[in-house]
């Protein structure tokens, strides 16, 4: 069964700094993999798809990589701004297997 | 592109009361939906995959007598909470994919629905 580690758990960082989140997952067979973010009470919003026969992609500021023999993929958020404060979550295939997410504070 | 809507997104009702929830895929066909729970401050539970013309998949856990899920069409599922209780207050969060255009499609979803039971 497909089991989602997102770390950090928590993060608060002054706005304008670089991150990187990181998601690992115990099933390698995965086929390709979502970025989301969620706002307190909200949905959630895709913000990257890395298809299968990629191995990065970018919108932006936001640059996801997968590495699927390593089962692990890492959000990089350039440039921080406050409105990028959310709960950021990955997950992978039709049936996604949430972790707990990584909590984004991004001080003004 | 494609999206993904639920209704109501909030609902107040009494003990005893069964809630219907809808997911409509708005500009594309879903054979397959799924269902999701949220508490208030974790994460998104998987609570059964909703499949077009057959039974519910239900995750190991969930009541199917409870929560049960009907998808009679390819742009509509619903959830039906029976017989709700105040621990069945949550957010409840639906998703799909247009399959239809291929594997490598994003996993839409909608923007959920509150659920309170006093």
């Known amino acids: 069964k497909q089991e989602v580690t997102q770390i950090p758990a928590a993060l608060s960082v002054p706005e304008g700094e670089n991150l990187v989140l990181n998601c690992s997952f115990t099933?390698?067979?995965?086929?390709?993999l979502q970025w989301f973010r969620q706002d307190p009470g909200k949905g959630l919003t895709s913000l990257l798809l890395?298809?299968?026969?990629?191995r990065e992609q970018t919108s932006g500021r936001l640059n996801a990589s997968l590495d699927k023999s390593s089962g692990r993929s890492t959000l990089y958020i350039a440039a921080s701004q406050p409105g990028d404060s959310a709960t950021y979550l990955c997950?992978?295939?039709?049936?996604?297997?949430f972790g707990k997410g990584t909590r984004l504070h991004i001080l003004p | 592109g494609a999206v993904v809507s639920q209704h109501p997104s909030w609902v107040i009702c009494k003990s005893g009361t069964s809630v219907k929830i809808e997911c409509r895929s708005l500009?594309?066909?879903?054979?397959?939906m799924f269902w999701y729970r949220q508490f208030p401050k974790q994460s998104l539970m998987l609570m059964a995959t909703?499949?077009?013309?057959?039974?519910?998949?239900?995750e190991q856990g969930v009541e199917k007598d409870k929560f049960l899920i009907n998808h009679a069409s390819l742009t509509l599922s619903t959830l039906t909470v029976t017989s709700a209780h105040p621990e069945d207050s949550s957010f409840y969060i639906c998703?799909?994919?247009?399959?239809?255009?291929?594997?490598?499609?994003?996993?839409?979803f909608g923007d959920g629905t509150r659920l309170s039971i006093l």
């Open positions: 500009d594309f066909q879903a054979t397959t």
């Open positions: 890395i298809q299968s026969s990629q």
């Open positions: 998703s799909a994919r247009d399959r239809v255009r291929g594997n490598d499609q994003p996993q839409h």
């Open positions: 099933d390698s067979a995965i086929y390709n």
């Open positions: 997950g992978g295939d039709d049936k996604i297997i």
């Open positions: 909703s499949n077009e013309g057959s039974k519910a998949t239900y």
